[in-house]
């Protein structure tokens, strides 16, 4: 397991290396409008790394219901894991490094 820290830095030097715009960021724009705005929320938490219990918590959710969104926003955006989902969120912009 990477400590929180150390994915920190990792996610920081990652995101000040992404090229804008694009026509795959088009893409990656529709691939996120096929989410609903509930998975959506659940989506930006998972990409800040938080556990499912963590967002459970902070969204007023059941951990069995932030995995079943979870597993819906793996299948909307076409990802394998967390890791591709974190990934994407950056390359989006959906998210940045505080």
Do not use: C, W
């Not at 830095?9 to 409008?33: C, K, M, T, V």
């Not at 959506?40 to 499912?52: D, E, H, I, P």
């Not at 219990?53 to 969204?59: G, R, V, W």
């Amino acid at each position: 397991m990477v400590s929180p820290r150390i994915t920190r830095r990792l996610l920081e030097n990652f995101s000040a290396h992404i090229p804008g715009g694009g026509s795959s960021n088009g893409h990656r724009e529709e691939r996120l409008q096929r989410l609903t705005a509930r998975e959506r929320q659940v989506f930006v938490q998972v990409a800040r790394g938080l556990s499912n219990s963590e967002i459970a918590a902070t969204l007023y959710l059941a951990e069995a219901t932030v995995k079943s969104h979870l597993g819906r926003i793996l299948q909307e955006l076409e990802l394998r894991d967390r890791v591709q989902a974190v990934v994407f969120a950056y390359e989006s912009r959906l998210v940045h490094p505080d």
